[in-house]
């Protein structure tokens, strides 16, 4: 479960969070829907540890990320922004490599990566080295490093993006099977789809804020539109940023 | 595992796997100095033999002011030649080394007995040209001494008369140390190796993280910053070392191909030498590889960091340069100054001194312990977010 209390985080002039609390419980899909540069990856990266925040209060599982990085960092499985492989190893090399980073054991670590294999659908390429890979076959082996040490929670930035159809169907039934586990889910991303077929609870972030949450329902009610995608340029009061 | 272990490990496989890496780094890389400094020799020793000892062809002017020097030199074996019109412009235009050009006051002057005045025609500039005027100088000077010789007989003086001292060089200079003056090139080789070894894995393992966008990824896991940075700067360091390793093998094995004759020296190579030079020059590999790891990681992009590199390829030349200008003799404080102290301490090997135990360990804890502090510099740059996303 993450906890989050008035996060704030500028770079110099530019306020790019400017005070967003919300909570993303156990057991539910939990989306922050924005444009671009509304602060989403920010708001991200101040989660999975990698920026400081500059005032505001993070807990994840009851833990302070900035405090007590490492062991949140076992908790989390994080799949960013920037999924880059090493295209000289194999995509089962760079599983493993995480793996090993997480201080898995050999027996443990080759299991789950047959698992996650079979779940992600990676048979075809599992043993072929990464160099050329497509997109989706690249988002495969990204999500399945993140996750190789079953972590409770599950950070994605845009994970969608750049994915043909059925990679995208394939992602979705892997994060609806991973909310009825019981795993903390928060995904960020732009397309209005992905929340309502997804998301049990979307947070509408604009401009370093929050421009309202709730599920979809609440959404429409909210800001008495009949579509989402009515009511999300509503709700940010702009198009500006959603057509990329 | 520890952390560190694991990014070594991966490092080092990934790299092995880059066939250009293992060609420049572990191929070419430890070839070409020694192939260089052979064939430098060989060159050289091929330029001075043949000139000693091919036939001095030499264009005169005016041949027949003088028929007697004629003579002599035909009779050094001298082949005359007639000169060209222009025996200024002839040597400007490299058609000829040398020109002897005997004025027409010549005999005149001889047969008064006052000096007789020769004129060699020479571009100095030219350095292969140095021989062939020195031998004809040599000539000329014999000539000159012998006739003076004659004529102070016929007064009935001692010819000794004209030398009151006479200059005899014992030579001090050991075969070893006079080799060690052709091998002064050997510690630039070696630490060119240290830096090119380790300057592939450098960038790939810090600008070249940014450029694929994995650096991120990997700064996720639960594993303390310092421990991947150590992991990624031992393997740099791996890669100087072996390649550091490899120049030393190759040379090694290329000595024997050495033209030492020729250059009148002989030259002792030995394995003890050589494994005195390595434990000299491995903890340069350290040194070098934190170094460029420094560099890489300020670098967005695999490009911009290798425009860098070329620029670290002349800092280990600093010291050759500065002893090439000034030789100095070694003393105990600069086994304080890294690259310096390598470079002297390898010289002293070479020249078959014995090198006392304190300077091996100064130099190696100087260096050892600059590049501990760059090591630590390093570590803590991943801690700084605009150095991890500045790819972006």
Redesign the interface.
């Known amino acids: 479960m993450i906890a989050v209390e008035n996060l704030k985080k500028s770079f110099g002039e530019v306020e790019a969070v400017r005070g967003i609390s919300f909570k993303a419980e156990d057991g539910r899909i939990t989306g922050l829907l924005g444009p671009n540069g509304a602060g989403k990856t920010t708001t991200l990266r101040m989660l999975?540890?990698?920026?400081?925040p500059d005032s505001g209060s993070i807990l994840i599982d009851g833990m302070d990320p900035h405090k007590h990085?490492?062991?949140v960092?076992?908790k989390?499985g994080?799949v960013?922004?920037?999924?880059?492989?090493?295209?000289?190893?194999t995509a089962r090399e760079n599983i493993r490599?995480?793996g090993?980073?997480?201080?898995m054991s050999a027996a443990d670590l080759e299991s789950r990566i047959e698992e996650l294999t079979g779940i992600l659908g990676m048979q075809e390429f599992i043993d072929r080295r990464t160099d050329g890979f497509s997109q989706g076959q690249r988002v495969k082996v990204?999500i399945a490093?993140?996750v190789v040490h079953s972590p409770q929670t599950i950070l994605l930035d845009e994970p969608t993006n750049g994915l043909d159809v059925m990679t995208t169907r394939a992602l979705r039934h892997y994060l609806l099977d991973l909310k009825k586990a019981g795993h903390c889910v928060v995904l960020s991303t732009h397309i209005m789809q992905e929340v309502a077929a997804l998301c049990d609870h979307i947070i509408i972030i604009a401009d370093g804020q929050i421009a309202a949450s709730g599920n979809a329902d609440e959404l429409l009610q909210q800001s008495g539109c009949s579509t989402l995608e009515d009511a999300f340029v509503k709700l940010i009061g702009t198009e500006e940023g959603l057509l990329s | 595992?520890s952390?560190w272990l694991?990014?070594f490990k991966?490092e080092v496989?990934?790299?092995f796997?880059?066939r250009r890496v293992i060609f420049t780094s572990l191929v070419i890389g430890p070839l070409f100095g020694p192939l260089l400094l052979i064939g430098m020799f060989s060159l050289m020793a091929d330029k001075t033999s043949e000139r000693m000892e091919e036939a001095l062809e030499l264009p005169v002017v005016g041949q027949q002011y003088a028929p007697n020097l004629i003579n002599y030199l035909i009779q050094e074996g001298v082949e005359i030649k007639p000169a060209p019109n222009n025996p200024e412009a002839a040597v400007k235009a490299k058609d000829e080394d040398v020109v002897l050009r005997i004025p027409a006051d010549f005999s005149e002057r001889w047969d008064a007995g006052q000096r007789a005045i020769v004129e060699v025609i020479v571009d100095e500039s030219r350095n292969h040209v140095g021989v062939t005027s020195q031998r004809l100088r040599r000539l000329l000077n014999a000539y000159s001494s012998q006739i003076g010789i004659l004529r102070l007989q016929l007064r009935g003086v001692s010819p000794q008369i004209l030398n009151p001292i006479m200059v005899k060089t014992i030579d001090q200079s050991t075969p070893t140390s006079r080799a060690a003056r052709l091998l002064s090139f050997l510690p630039y080789i070696l630490m060119i190796g240290a830096f090119v070894g380790g300057m592939h894995l450098a960038i790939d393992a810090t600008a070249g993280?940014k450029e694929?966008?994995?650096?991120?990824?990997?700064?996720?896991?639960?594993?303390?910053r310092w421990q991947i940075m150590a992991g990624k700067l031992m393997a740099t360091s791996f890669f100087a070392g072996l390649s550091v390793f490899l120049t030393v093998i190759a040379f090694r094995l290329l000595v024997p191909f050495l033209p030492a004759d020729l250059l009148g020296t002989s030259i002792s190579i030995t394995n003890p030498m050589l494994l005195g030079i390595l434990v000299v020059i491995l903890p340069m590999a350290i040194l070098a590889s934190a170094f460029l790891t420094i560099l890489a990681s300020f670098a967005k992009s695999f490009r911009e960091a290798n425009s860098y590199m070329g620029l670290v390829t002349l800092i280990p030349m600093l010291p050759s340069f500065y002893l090439m200008i000034n030789p100095v003799k070694a003393e105990t404080w600069m086994m304080a100054v890294p690259l310096l102290s390598q470079n002297v301490l390898i010289h002293e090997l070479i020249r078959g001194e014995q090198v006392s135990i304190s300077w091996y360990l100064i130099a190696g804890g100087t260096t050892l312990g600059l590049g501990l502090v760059l090591a630590a510099i390093a570590a803590t740059l991943y801690n700084r977010?605009r150095v991890?996303f500045s790819g972006?």
Do not use: C, W
């Not at chain 1, 999975?48 to 400081?52: A, D, K, S, V, W």
């Not at chain 1, 960013?80 to 190893?89: A, E, H, V």
């Not at chain 2, 966008?213 to 990997?218: D, K, Q, Y």
């Open positions: 999975y540890t990698l920026l400081e990085t490492i062991e960092k076992h989390l994080v960013p922004d920037s999924r880059g492989l090493y295209t000289r190893l490599y995480f090993q980073l997480h201080g990204a490093r993140a | 595992m952390g694991t990014v991966k496989k990934e790299n796997r880059d993280e694929r966008h994995s650096l991120e990824p990997l700064l996720i896991n639960p594993v303390p977010p991890i972006e």
